[in-house]
């Protein structure tokens, strides 16, 4: 009877308890995440504004395509950051160059894609230096697919 009335046992058995509990209702480990689909490998190519627009991510299937300083990465991979509901998805199948530079992600830092590429002249040198370290960012995380060049129209 002295043993019911040791605190050190109520707390023992309290635990052994809860991992009795966790150990027989256990359910089975969740399923694996369904499998992406698989994509073909894109060639290195040139990419007009208009061209790389379709590239934005907006269903499952679709690859995401961004432009920085006139260079076109695959950031497919970071689709939750790139994808329509990433904080960076407005920069999808865009020139991302001016609000990355100015570390802003508003609709009026993107060129027009029927216009001419933006050319940065109006950036100072900190802006230069920020868009520098994110091209840095892509160079070393995403694959270079291609270059942005003027529209052809």
């Known amino acids: 009877m002295s043993s019911l009335a040791n605190p050190v046992n109520w707390v023992l058995a309290a635990v052994l308890g809860y991992i009795s509990y966790n150990y027989f209702t256990a359910s089975a480990a969740p399923p694996p995440p369904a499998p992406r689909p698989k994509q073909t490998a894109l060639v290195f190519r040139e990419y007009t504004p208009k061209e790389l627009e379709p590239f934005n991510g907006s269903t499952p299937e679709t690859r995401i395509l961004m432009a920085v ?9 970071g689709r939750n950051f790139y994808g329509p509901d990433g904080p960076y998805g407005n920069f999808a199948g865009r020139d991302a160059s ?18 001419p590429i933006d050319t ?7 802006e230069k230096e920020s868009l520098n370290d ?7 995380k995403y694959q270079l697919v291609g270059k942005l060049i003027e529209n052809k129209d």
Do not use: C, I, Q
């Open 69 to 77: 300083k006139g260079n076109v990465y695959d950031v497919t991979r």
């Open 98 to 115: 001016r609000g990355l530079a100015k570390n802003s992600f508003d609709k009026e830092m993107l060129s027009p894609v029927d216009g």
């Open 120 to 126: 940065l002249a109006d950036l100072d040198d900190d």
């Open 134 to 140: 994110w091209a840095g960012h892509f160079e070393g």
